[in-house]
């Protein structure tokens, strides 16, 4: 009874407090802006576009006569915080066009020109400034769309539109725009070369656009055509463009070629013994971009080379499953959205079938026969991928990459030569209400003696994945169903299905290891039905299940297999400004998962909401509860028997002040409670981000962090199932500093050190893990666990040239610092942060050098 009460209150909470925050204000509080019955818009959404045989200087200025014959564009409305309410400041625009570029003027009036935000930064980093921007859709298939972005700095961006909203910053295109502050206001004029769109081969086009103004000193936005925020979809509410005759057929060849000189730090022997040196690299590579006819391009790498990517962050990984790192090398993120096709998502977060990260991984044997000269990862000999749209809705992509094989001690394999091939075909039906998709993978390893008892020889995974909406589009279902297929030596088989992803080997299972497998084989599905546009209220619904022998490691991203899961959610929100708030939203959460036998392992739900204050405050806090009802974590003794979990609370809670200011600070927190108050976190994330000038700007970040867990897994001995109550403190600090001489020539500064201390007490084994009763589960186990002192340096200095439109110079030095050992199980962070940076360094100073040529 007690649990039905509370959770009642906490489904009827948000409700209540809803209507509170919407109450209506007086009437001379209301923003007169916004429309008391949201009348329909009456502005043209079609515009022609003018052709020019002229030269035109791209100089900001709209002097050139062609500018003037020019229909203008001046029905622009705000659509962000208020929809459809009239700007405060007027804006026009211009399109013209000749048979190599397009060519759009905007004159963005202000009363107070002294007020306009312009900052310096790297080309495609967003800053708090004023900023105009063009989309434009010249399939006109109104799902995919080009974006063309400036400040009035002259600082660019771009990105790339798909699926009718879902953007793709890592799109680059090569373009200019120029930009000028006078006493009207400020303009810009951008030029953009035809052969960086895509269009079809005909006498006559017609493109979708969309026109944007960002005022950043007032929080507003505007556009022509009108943008609704309420409606689902970006590209389907663009204008229409005409106008265009004559466009020569689209073609676009960029050849990159690059040279890396890099001067490296070399470790003989370890401990303290170990001594330093250095080695002289040379590296060669080249990049193509070649445009395949009208509707797919080609991008290909040979012997690509990453050194100016910042590096992943220092973490210690005391969890059951692998660590999620970011992909962020450019040629695997850059119009890869098309090979999408995600299992599971956590807070926007999602992986599935393809997880580029596994092109060029750390070697897998390293430790077994790796070492200290063994490389970090494995270097990778070319990559291709082909990727585009047709008229009828298909989209394609193809992408193939092979790997070198990189040898440990004695020229031992650590990863053997591979194949990693990914083939991807999505087609939209009703406009892209309805869409249907199909994908596959494969991988191939040239395995030798060394690697054949490790490593799966092949790995194949499928699937299909389809969605449609309805009702207006208000109303979504979707769903896949994907199979894995993977083949290897009875020992490499065998070591899977006694890896964490699956735990065949758990004595209280329903799964038994098979010895004598050469292949392992499982399937995947899910079902979800979700409110995704309409009113003001959200929800999703959906099932989930993962059979015990799928497995998609060779390429995708998994954490485990052998779960069912179902999950639900529900929003309310407002985009209405009010008295109080520019917007604001709740959410009530609810989720459930069991082994595919049966064994409940998780379940619970939480209550949270946020909201951006009218003074530009963004304000969010959550509170949660898991596992009243019996739950048992059947990883945590990493191929024992399952064990209870007891009840927890959770919560979190976040503030950051206005974004518009020279400093921004902000703090995070998070807490948890559990095991009948044994075991417990708390996390403070204070932060802040500062500006001083135009052109400098950074932010710094603390994490600090105490956890007591209760019952900590330490080790397996024979069926001896360890843990022991660790007593863990955790600090990290990230610093980013920015330096911006000019939109082409700027510094970045990226550091962070990271220490992890921990104390093993109280060594117990499993006794009987399923018990009621807390206590019962463990019994005193002999010896003392000790405990573990890491510390992590991780920076990355980064000048970067670009010396011609896309043509780079880059200057970088990287340095790490390890230590692991010393003083484990003692926390001093005075004494720990002093070893941290007495140990040596490992250096690395790095220069490439591109050149762009294209046409």
């Not at 008391?36 to 045989?53: K, M, N």
């Not at 297929?485 to 899977?496: F, L, S």
């Not at 735990?503 to 084989?521: F, I, K």
Request: charged share 20%; hydrophobic share 40%.
């Amino acid at each position: 009874m007690l649990r039905s009460i509370v959770g009642l209150a906490l489904l009827l909470a948000p409700v209540r407090l809803y209507a509170q925050l919407t109450r209506p204000v007086d009437a001379e509080s209301i923003d007169p802006r916004w429309p008391e019955a949201g009348p329909p818009e009456a502005a043209a959404r079609s515009v022609r576009a003018l052709r020019t045989t002229m030269p035109i200087e791209l100089d900001g200025r709209a002097d050139e006569a062609v500018w003037q014959n020019a229909p203008r564009i001046d029905a622009f409305r705000e659509f962000q915080p208020v929809e459809d309410g009239a700007p405060a400041f007027a804006t026009e625009a211009r399109i013209v066009y000749d048979d190599k570029a397009l060519y759009l003027h905007i004159r963005a009036f202000d009363p107070h020109p002294d007020s306009i935000v312009g900052l310096l930064s790297r080309r495609d980093q967003r800053t708090p400034s004023d900023y105009i921007s063009i989309m434009i859709d010249s399939y006109h298939d109104r799902r995919t769309g080009y974006a063309f972005m400036v400040n009035p700095t002259g600082v660019q961006r771009d990105w790339y539109v798909y699926n009718d909203g879902i953007e793709d910053l890592t799109w680059d295109a090569v373009w200019d725009a120029k930009t000028i502050v006078d006493s009207l206001g400020w303009q810009a004029e951008f030029r953009i070369p035809l052969n960086q769109l895509r269009f079809p081969d005909q006498p006559e086009h017609t493109f979708g656009v969309l026109v944007m103004r960002e005022v950043q000193r007032r929080g507003e936005r505007y556009a022509w055509p009108l943008l609704r925020r309420s409606q689902v979809g970006l590209v389907s509410q663009f204008a229409e463009l005409g106008g265009f005759a004559g466009l020569p057929a689209s073609r676009r060849l960029e050849i990159r070629p690059y040279l890396v000189e890099r001067n490296v730090s070399q470790r003989r022997g370890t401990g303290p013994l170990r001594t330093a040196g250095r080695a002289q690299e040379h590296a060669a590579g080249l990049d193509v971009k070649y445009g395949l006819g009208a509707n797919f391009t080609i991008d290909a790498t040979v012997n690509p080379d990453f050194g100016q990517v910042e590096a992943d962050p220092a973490v210690l990984n005391l969890s059951a499953f692998e660590q999620f790192f970011q992909e962020r090398r450019p040629f695997f993120i850059e119009g890869v959205g098309i090979f999408r096709y995600d299992i599971d998502c956590n807070d926007g977060q999602c992986t599935g079938l393809f997880y580029p990260r596994r092109i060029g991984r750390a070697p897998q044997l390293a430790g077994v026969h790796g070492n200290s000269a063994t490389p970090l990862f494995s270097p990778i000999l070319g990559a291709a991928k082909m990727t585009g749209r047709l008229p009828s809705g298909l989209s394609i992509g193809l992408l193939d990459a092979v790997t070198g094989r990189t040898n440990g001690a004695e020229g031992r394999t650590v990863e053997p030569q591979t194949n990693y091939t990914v083939a991807r075909l999505v087609q939209e039906f009703r406009g892209g209400n309805s869409v249907l998709g199909v994908m596959g993978t494969g991988v191939q390893r040239a395995l030798d003696d060394w690697s054949t008892p490790f490593l799966r020889s092949s790995a194949w995974s499928g699937g299909l994945d389809a969605r449609h909406r309805f009702s207006g589009n208000r109303f979504e279902v979707s769903g896949f169903v994907a199979a894995s297929h993977v083949r290897g030596d009875t020992a490499a088989i065998t070591r899977t299905q006694r890896s964490l992803v699956h735990a065949y080997m758990r004595p209280d299972g329903a799964l038994t290891v098979n010895e004598r497998r050469t292949s392992l084989g499982g399937t995947a599905g899910e079902l979800s039905v979700r409110k995704v546009g309409g009113g003001r209220t959200r929800f999703a619904m959906g099932y989930q299940r993962k059979g015990a022998g799928f497995e998609i490691n060779d390429i995708g991203f998994l954490t485990r297999s052998d779960i069912q899961s179902q999950y639900a959610w529900g929003q309310l929100f407002s985009l209405k400004p009010t008295k109080y708030f520019r917007r604001f939203g709740m959410n009530v959460n609810q989720w459930a998962s069991w082994t595919t036998a049966g064994l409940p392992l998780d379940h619970g739900g939480n209550v949270n909401g946020n909201a951006e204050l009218s003074n530009f405050w963004n304000v969010y806090a959550g509170v949660g509860v898991e596992n009243l009802l019996p739950a048992f974590d059947d990883r945590a003794a990493r191929g024992g028997p399952a064990v209870r979990q007891n009840a927890a609370m959770f919560g979190w809670s976040g503030i950051e002040t206005d974004g518009r200011r020279p400093i921004v600070p902000g703090a995070n927190f998070n807490w948890g409670i559990g095991d009948g108050g044994r075991s417990w976190n708390l996390t403070v994330g204070p932060r802040v981000q500062f500006r001083g000038s135009s052109r400098a700007q950074g932010s710094v970040s603390v994490n600090t962090s105490r956890a007591i867990r209760d019952w900590q897994w330490v080790r397996n001995v024979g069926t001896a199932y360890t843990f022991a109550r660790l007593n863990q403190h955790t600090h990290s600090l990230t610093a980013r500093f920015d330096i911006t001489a000019s939109p082409t020539l700027s510094l970045q500064v990226y550091a962070q050190p990271f220490i992890t201390t921990g104390r093993f007490t109280n060594w117990r084994q499993l006794a009987a893990p399923r018990a009621t009763d807390y206590d019962e589960r463990f019994m005193p186990y002999a010896g003392a666990p000790g405990g573990f002192n890491v510390k992590e340096f991780r920076s990355n200095v980064v000048a970067r040239w670009e010396y011609r439109p896309g043509s780079t110079l880059f200057f970088v030095w990287q340095q790490g610092r390890s230590q692991a050992g010393i003083d484990a199980g003692s926390f001093d962070l005075s004494r720990d942060v002093g070893n941290l940076f007495a140990t040596a360094p490992d250096n690395t100073f790095l220069v490439k050098a591109s050149y762009w040529f294209g046409r």
